[in-house]
Structures are given as structure tokens and as C-alpha cells.
Nanobody, 115 residues
Framework: QVQLEERGGGLVQPGGSLRLSCAAS????????MGWYRQAPGKQRDLVAN???????NYADSVKGRFTISIDDAMVLVNLQMNSLKSEDTGVYYC?????????WGQGIQVTVSS
């Protein structure tokens, strides 16, 4: 089992920055990919960015050039640096960890971009 703990959400003005962190515990050594998803009110949960153990990254088109995902070598801590935030970035952000057997989810953290 993998447990995920998210930190760093909050309220920020448009154009501002936030950094989300997600710490994995339990059988974290089985994780091969970690990432962040976003669910806006009334919408489905969509991928924001993910990163593999080998460091390959994938970003949603809407965040390319603004967000950066990174991870430590042990694949225990994944960070999402969010710059130039827009109102449409508002939503609940979920940390995800994938093993060969299943995908695990954090409880979600609110990010609100508003003036």
C-alpha cells in the first residue's frame, strides 16, 4: 500500500505562484510514476503533469511553460511548481502514484486563483 500526503494549496492572485508537494510512504519503492491531476468544479479530473522514475515528464497543454514537476531520486517526494497562475487553474489538485498493480490517490488539495 502507498499513502500520499499533499501540501501547499491555497489562495493566490492571478499571475502568482504556488508549490504543491506530495510525500509518499508505505511501499513507495514500487512506484513507477507520480503525478498531479486537477478537478475543476463540475468537471472531470484531468492530468496536469506526471513524471516517471527515469525522469520522463508529461504536461497538459494548458500548463506547459508555466508548471514544472520534479521528484527526488527515491520517488518519495513529488513537487509541482506552478507559475503564472490563471483563474482556470482553480480546482482540487490530487496527487497520484502508480505501481504495476494499481494507482493510488491523495485526498486532494484546493488551489484557488482569484483576485
Amino acid at each position: 500500500q502507498v499513502q500520499l500526503e499533499e501540501r501547499g494549496g491555497g489562495l493566490v492572485q492571478p499571475g502568482g505562484s504556488l508549490r504543491l508537494s506530495c510525500a509518499a510512504s508505505g511501499t513507495y519503492y514500487r512506484i513507477n510514476t507520480m503525478g498531479w491531476y486537477r478537478q475543476a468544479p463540475g468537471k472531470q479530473r484531468d492530468l496536469v503533469a506526471n513524471i516517471t522514475r527515469s525522469g520522463i515528464t508529461n504536461y497538459a497543454d494548458s500548463v506547459k511553460g508555466r508548471f514544472t514537476i520534479s521528484i527526488d531520486d527515491a520517488m518519495v517526494l513529488v513537487n509541482l511548481q506552478m507559475n503564472s497562475l490563471k483563474s482556470e487553474d482553480t480546482g482540487v489538485y490530487y496527487c497520484s502514484a502508480m505501481t504495476s498493480a494499481r494507482e493510488y490517490w491523495g485526498q486532494g488539495i484546493q488551489v484557488t486563483v482569484s483576485s
